[in-house]
């Protein structure tokens, strides 16, 4: 352990992060501004290219971040899988999905495990991020890292520190936000604490992996669940004729005992729609209902929904049918300010709003167009927003309120504006033509 600790305080660690995507990247950052000699491996060869070239492949990692870490010699990302061997540790973020049922598309973390287990080698320390069930590293992965012979917790390090990354969020970053690390040993929740603490703040160490991969599920699980809570509150309020956000607002000034939460138009992201259903999953094994997870998850998928009706309402009293009419959706990231549409409600929205009949158009001022995803083929393209644009739509929806949106223009030139977020909220000119969805 002393040889361990004096590598890392002096910087001689290799560590190798698998999967260069939202998490890895940012991780790999954290090391590398650390003084830590990074190798990044994915199987992204366009990836690659872009990242070695000195280039950002996410919005808020400007490219001269990676420049530097490339320059400096902190920083390089391959797709030989071979260099496994040369690093000390292998810091794991591969995706974990759903499959079509909803059950976890365990496809990346096996993959990825057979990949580690074929370049293993003694006192590697493995540590898994991808959120995913308790158990997933004791029972899935463990077995697949000793297929080569050697022994977890004996001959190598195991653990798991789930990802807390939060996109575009100005106020934390990967180094400030505490890590929840668990070991399958004493041994290796030391080794990890150790390595992490060169680059990260705050170490939070829990006595399994299974209670690592629990809080990770239980954060999001929290965040579903009081989602649900508040758009099944906008409804209501909205048939009783209450705003919702005046309501968070004043609920909000108490200074204990409450968060807000904020309704929208659906769940969207990778996390928040798809990881509860990993525990649900794993809560069926063992017999176990989650019944708050599956309301949340009800509620909050049939907000699409519900947000086409307020259109349909809303033209109605225009005496207009949604069949025909043409409809700009502003915004196709899942939130503000990023450039990450996985999941995205705005998504499921155009999608409906075309099975309706409708024409529509979309603006995101970070996505220039849409590209295949496992799911949705939108084939669109971003239109370039002005107020003649604009006043050329039957509606306008907001679906993502992105910051640089100038709400006034939207509102002062759209026929019709459906605001999903609150996104109108100062606006003066116009309010008229503004429907709450
Ligand atoms: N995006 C977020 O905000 C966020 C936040 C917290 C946790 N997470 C979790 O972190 C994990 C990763 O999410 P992400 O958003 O970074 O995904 P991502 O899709 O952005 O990145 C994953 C990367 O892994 C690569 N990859 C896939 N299989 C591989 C393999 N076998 N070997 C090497 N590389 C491989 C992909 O090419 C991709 O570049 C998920 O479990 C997710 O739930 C994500």
Redesign the pocket.
Known sequence: MKEWEKKVRNKKVIVGV????????PLAREFALAGIKVVG????EK?IKILNSGKS??KHIPNSQVKTMVQAGLFKAT?N?SRLRNVDAVL??????LTKNREPDM??II??S??IAKYLRPGQLVTF????YPGTTRELVAPILESNGLKAGKDFHLAYS??????GNKNFTTKTIPKVIGGLTKKCLDTACTLYSAAIDTMVPVSSLEAAEAA?IMENVYRCINIAMVNELKMVFDRMNIDIWEVIRAAATKPFGFNAFYPGPGLG???IP??PFYLTWKARQFGMPTRFIELAGEINTNMPHYVITKIMEALNEKKKSLKGSKILVLGLAYKKDID?L?ESPSIELIELLREKGAKVDYNDPYIAKTHKQREHDLQMVSKKLSAKMLAGYDAVLISTDHTNYDYDCIAANAKLVIDTRNATAKVRKGRKKIVKA
Not at 129 to 132: F, I, Q
């Open positions: 698998l999967g260069l995507g939202y998490v890895g990247l491996f994915d199987i992204d990836k492949i996410i797709s899988m794991v973020c591969v995706p974990t999905p496809q990346f993959k990825s057979q990949t991020e991808s959120t995913t789930p990802e807390r990354e939060d996109p990770k992201g990778h996390c798809i990881d990450d996985r």
